[in-house]
């Protein structure tokens, strides 16, 4: 069953995002840029999870975060993984 909050909540902050986005002087570029950032985040922490021992599984949510936050929502979740 799909949870209608959870789809809410992921369309509000992809309206943040887009609108904060359209403020900048290339837009796309911006988006891009932040996409990019935190999916490489993401491939730099599982090719050195062994090293260190911080992972994050990579699923729907996580991939949302990454590409939608870029690396402050990356820095979100494994600040929520030691906290929880």
């Known amino acids: 069953m799909i949870n209608w909050w959870l789809l809410g909540a ?5 309206l943040v995002v887009g609108r904060c986005a359209a403020h900048q002087r290339h837009p796309i570029r911006s ?6 950032c935190g ?11 062994p090293v260190t021992g911080i992972s994050l599984p ?3 949510f ?9 690396l ?3 820095t979100t979740l494994l600040i ?3 906290l929880l």
């Open 31 to 36: 988006l891009l840029a932040g996409a990019l």
């Open 58 to 60: 990579l699923n729907r």
């Open 39 to 49: 999916l490489g985040t993401l491939a730099v922490l599982a090719l050195l999870a």
């Open 10 to 14: 992921a369309g509000i902050c992809l």
């Open 62 to 70: 996580t991939g949302f975060v990454a590409v939608v936050l870029g």
């Open 72 to 74: 402050p929502g990356v």
């Open 80 to 82: 929520l993984q030691l």
